[in-house]
């Protein structure tokens, strides 16, 4: 089985134009130089070329790369980008996009921030029955402080995966929020849930292993893994580094659409059944059979 526990559909207007602004900051210098070649495609539908993920384009994608699954992760940007699209709209209409197509599971997002977080999560739980939560806290939270336990507590009650962001983060968002040390206390309150900390950690790598090591029910994800190509070695050993400590608590993650363009979904899968490290047991439990077991299917 070939899951993909890391990927996203986008709506321009869920996007905080801040954030779209520093993506595009290499652009807006070669405009300062030679005039208005360029624009920064605000209100364009696609604003830039690896945001591009429409559902069609996705099905195809899970088709090329023989996906049996695919995990489609709602972020809550809400309260950074207020005025263009609600949360609610924007669940709304990923719900829409995943019920084209049954291989598609939907984790729900919500900002810890919003004053009705809890009932948000309730909501979303009956009307769109996901498969898992998406957690960022590049909005705006530190996830183990305490004013958030109620949350965790309902998270729990849910008994649903969270997959949470560790990492890089463009302004307005911030990445001193996703440190995933930060994650240690909340996972220890709550042995029962499984936490997949995304990216390997992303830059903070050096903080996952020893989360993991301190609490089983922590995984993670190597979506984003595949921005290091063509440096085999560095893919190659940071697969083999976390496979040979955590070989059942490591999911395979593409984040498309983001590095579709760069190194495909199903280039991706091929790499790293190529690549020496583990064994086909090993790589099998990567590329699915954890996540299945996570998600019961």
Known sequence: MLIDAHIHIWNRDMLPDEAIRNYLEPIRKFKELYGDVFDFGLDDEVPFADYDSTKEGLSEMMDCANLDYAAVLATDFGLVNEGRMTNDEYMAWLYEQCQVDERLLLFAGVDFNRKNAIELLDRYYDQYEPAGLKVYPASGFYPHEGRYDAIWNKIDDLGLPVTLHAGMALAPLDEKYCHPSYMRSVAEKHPDTTFIIAHLGGKFHDELFPLMEACDNVYTDCSALQGWFPDMDMIRKRLDDVTSRFPD?????????????????????????????????????????????????
């Open 249 to 297: 608590r490591v999911v395979f993650g593409s984040d498309f659409p983001l590095y579709e363009n760069h190194t495909t979904c199903s280039k991706f899968i091929s790499l790293i059944r190529e690549m020496d490290f583990g064994n086909d047991r090993i790589k099998d439990a990567l590329l699915g059979g954890n996540m299945a077991r996570i998600l019961n299917i």
